[in-house]
């Protein structure tokens, strides 16, 4: 069996268990520190997403803006040109053909050129 321990002993354990606390608080601040860390760059990082954010919509918005000026630019040029084309006459060419599409329409449907109030089938073929 073992004596009592010296004041030597007692001095070394007391020194020792000095040590461990003093590197357990220094773990301690660290810890802290860590979580402070930490905090500030969660912080950072959500403002950096907010700023991201901000100028990304910022940019959507001017896209937009630039799109609907190009289609009212387009739409009014077409409209200028659509305005160009009605002011000018139709060729005579293009009446006559279409002059001779309607009577060639109406002539198959009711007869209306031959006078005959329609043509059928056995009166071209001769009358049978």
Known sequence: MRGKPSGEDL??????????LEAEAQARLAVEECRWRAAAMLAAGAE?????ERRTEA??????????ASVVRALDQLKAEGTADEAREPEEAAIARLDGAVEMLADEMIGASSGAGGRRRSDEEGGR
Do not use: M
């Open 11 to 20: 001095d070394r354990t007391d020194a020792a268990f000095n040590q461990v």
């Open 48 to 52: 950096r997403i907010r700023d991201l």
């Open 59 to 68: 940019r959507l918005l001017l896209s937009h803006r630039l799109s609907d």
